[in-house]
């Protein structure tokens, strides 16, 4: 006898199934309509390439859900969910073709392994999913979860997890009485199912009984499973179909570049309605799961200031849906802000001290499940305030000014852009027209007094290597990566021009960056202004010199060192190894990882324009970051970035310690350990200006 069994055992017109799939259908249609015309009848083109990256990008985050695993246990429960969900419904598709369609699917191996034993097991594996998801949302309550904030919310919030529960439970139900009335000779391969139907059978209930009730389940569960279909457009649920259009839509080459805009068609400089969204960004709001992973994540929100990532996405889908935010959850003031244009409703949703708090870090970006694109919209925000409203803090104001007239955002500086370097016999390119590498200093190495030294000693490193390089001088200016940032595009493009036009006059093709915020703005965003660069953080360079032989150790460093990841080196570009890989290589060091590193390593507060800005309320994000290296025990703190160094040096400042802890560069690190013992100074400096150990 061949394993099998009908799909429509003991029911009666069992066709009228497909009534229920009818309206289910349609109903699912009507609410998907209002979904597709907002997100294909906006302003952006939307590029539909079908590369093997993407489709790689897509089984990973789509299919096996990489970035939900990040967190074990929660990541582990929405796998289970969702591919017993997957598996389930394709369950139901093959019972009907071999029902109604004449195909014989369900017969001998395939009937017994999958349409038993694998569907048993995936409603099972479901269950279980959707359990620790109702544990989390209604028992432990972590704060990142969103309460519903009306009863229209609330019933869908409930419905959700009660309907599906319900059609695993009564699918499981049917599955046993059925068992249990044939004497299914086959019923063991369905675990739950025989369990179901011990049950029944212990508890002694009678044939007409069983009948009765197989029935009548059978028809809940199939009212309950249309029914949680056909709410899909209506509720959280659409995040099941909006995802995996998102994961699609991810510009996988650049993603940390920001977006040019078009300054002759562009109806407004920046986002003002809702017409202006992308088909990405549009996507992305109705794309949220609402799981707070964003706002775990984020430094402003974790110091207090005014600022979620996730309310900003679930105000501002609100009002694009709505017209008004139903549940605001920034709740802030909007009084800090200079200028006096009028603020749009949209924008007044998401609130300008959100938009303000935000230090552009991704960590956001990077927790997300489903890609949502929080810091372009953020920074699309900011444009319209900056460029069309011109509402924006004052101290940001004066840095623009000064980056306009002079170059820089630094303000009655006494240093050119050569001070830093007196003495060291750098060479110019005016001077000798040609160099290997250009060694880009940037405005903080070269006007700040502390960054200084950080210049010093990456250019005494490469001296000592031998390397051939060359520093552009007063020629350079800054590479617009602040103007860009606080959202005066039309300054970063005039930056922009300027730098790519004299880079090009001297014909460079290698850069060697302090700063990596000129870092990824030359190597990801000049590509925009027909700028290509081979663009190499210092930290990389200086780590290839030593795997060389270019460099040697001739000094033990023997101190316990923490290393802290930039933003801009670490989650923009991936930039991990190199720092560290450099630091190993120092005799005696010994590495101490903080607990938030690499791809979650917590800002230094200074990205976004904060460098030149006070933050607008609640506490400061270089303190805490301060207290997370300080919680490690390691007497030097080093950082691979000049505005790093900055703000924990500030951190340290502000925070009393009974052990002396010190903030270096990855290249004052290096060039201590690597100085020759000739060099070695009497009065506990060293050439590059850097103090010694």
Known sequence: MIPTRPPFWNIENGQLVYLFALVQALALAYGLRHYARRWWSVRSAVRLDLSLARLRFLVEQALQQRRNLRYRVAGIAHLSFSWGFVLLL?????????????????????????????????????????????????????????????????????????????????????????????????????????????????????EPIQLALHAGLWWLHVALASAFIAAIPYSKLMHLLAA????????????????????????????????????????????????????????????????????????LRDYVRHGNVHAPLSTARNGHAEGGGEIPPMIAAVTEDALWSCVTCQACMRECPVFIDHVPTIVDFRRYLVMEAASYPSQLQEAMTNLDARGTPYRGTRFSRTDWCKGLGVKQLAEVGRAEYLYWVGCTSAFDERSQRIARAVATLLLRAGVDFAILGDEETCTGDPARRVGNEYLFGTCARQNVETLTRYGVRKIITACPHCFNTLKNEYPQFEGTFEVLHHSEMIQRLLADGRLRTTTQFDEVVTFHDPCYLGRYNDRYDAPREALQAMPGLQLREMERCRDRSFCCGAGGGHMWLEEVAGGRVNHARTDQALETGARTIATACPFCTVMFEDGIGARSSKVATRVLDVAEVVEQATRPPAAAPANGRDPAGAASP
């Open 90 to 206: 394709v369950g139901t598709l093959v019972a009907l073709a071999d029902e109604d369609f004449g195909i014989p699917i369900m017969r001998g191996g395939f009937y017994l392994w999958f349409q038993s034993l694998v569907l048993d097991l995936a409603g099972l594996a479901a269950a279980a999913g959707l359990g620790v998801a109702l544990y989390k949302r209604y028992v432990s309550r972590p704060a990142r979860l969103r309460r519903p904030a009306d009863r229209r919310s609330a019933f869908f919030a409930a419905f959700i997890p009660a309907s599906f529960l319900s059609v695993i439970a009564t699918g499981f139900l049917i599955e046993g009485l059925r068992i249990q009335a044939t004497r299914d000779p086959w019923g063991a391969w369905s675990p739950v199912g025989f369990a179901v139907a011990w049950a029944f059978r212990t508890a002694g209930a009678t």
């Open 244 to 315: 995996p259009v998102n994961l699609f839509l991810v510009p996988l080459s650049s993603r940390n570049a920001l977006q040019p805009i078009d300054f002759e068609t562009a109806p407004t400089l920046g986002l003002r309605e809702p017409a202006q969204l992308t088909t990405k960004q549009l996507v992305d709001l109705d794309a949220c799961t609402e799981c707070g992973r964003c706002q775990d994540a984020c430094p402003a929100y974790a110091v207090g200031q005014p600022l979620s990532p996730k309310a900003v996405i679930m105000n």
